[in-house]
């Protein structure tokens, strides 16, 4: 079954604008990682926050973590239209040694 | 931009043929990993390997094998190719099973 979920499927918004991305999982995790993925890409790492932490922040990003709800955000602040691409959250199960498992994904478009 | 390479990076190819898929990584990363992915939809894991001569089936079940005679080699094959294959394959690396993983372009199979 899937470990993280997340909401919404799609968001749409204007340059400039703040977008906030939710991912829900259900096992204990050790971390929890972002994506970023343009059309037709391959995946590139954004940021990783440990179950030992709150939130972090990358430039325009800013990543926290509830374990106690099991679910993280990611906000992009003052986005772009090269923001535009598909976000993923990625867990491990809290096993040493298992793959990562990624959610679904949220779309983003930013429009000028 | 990760060193992580995948060709082709298109194909097309009739049903009945064999495919091999190729993915190399100049990190020395141990960890490698496939995913298969269709469009808009999440990645699912299908074979990874945390080491040369290991290699395991991942979580989607799929008719592909894979190699891993050397570190920075891991090529997927399609013994004989089937519409149903028609996807996006994604190679992945990382140091740690449960830290970054890094991406390479993908291939984007489709099969007639």
């Known amino acids: 079954s899937q470990q993280g979920e997340e909401d919404p499927q799609a968001l749409s918004i204007q340059e400039g604008e703040n977008a906030t991305m939710n991912c829900s999982y259900k096992?204990?995790?050790?971390?929890l990682q972002w994506y970023r993925q343009n059309s037709g890409r391959g995946l590139v790492h954004l940021i990783l926050?440990?179950?030992?932490?709150r939130e972090k922040h990358s430039g325009r990003l800013r990543v926290t973590l509830d374990t106690s709800k099991k679910s993280s955000s990611l906000l992009i602040t003052a986005s772009r239209a090269a923001d535009t691409a598909s976000y993923f959250c990625a867990t491990d199960a809290g096993q040493a040694g298992t793959a990562l498992i990624f959610g679904k994904g949220t779309t983003l478009s930013v429009s000028s | 931009e990760a060193d992580i390479y995948q060709t082709p990076r298109y194909l097309v190819i009739g049903t009945g043929k064999k495919i091999t898929l190729e993915c190399s990584q100049t990190?020395?990363?141990?960890?490698m990993y496939w995913y298969q992915q269709d469009p808009g939809m999440e990645l699912h894991l299908i074979h990874y390997s945390y080491g040369v001569n290991s290699t395991e089936k991942g979580d989607l079940s799929s008719e592909s094998t894979v190699s891993r005679i050397r570190t920075e080699h891991f090529p997927l094959t399609l013994e004989s190719a089937r519409p149903s294959h028609t996807s996006q394959y994604l190679c992945a690396s990382s140091g740690n099973p449960q830290e970054t993983q890094y991406f390479g372009p993908g291939t984007r199979l489709l099969v007639l």
């Open positions: 990190m020395g990363h141990d960890k």
């Open positions: 926050i440990r179950s030992n932490e």
């Open positions: 096992t204990s995790i050790n971390n």
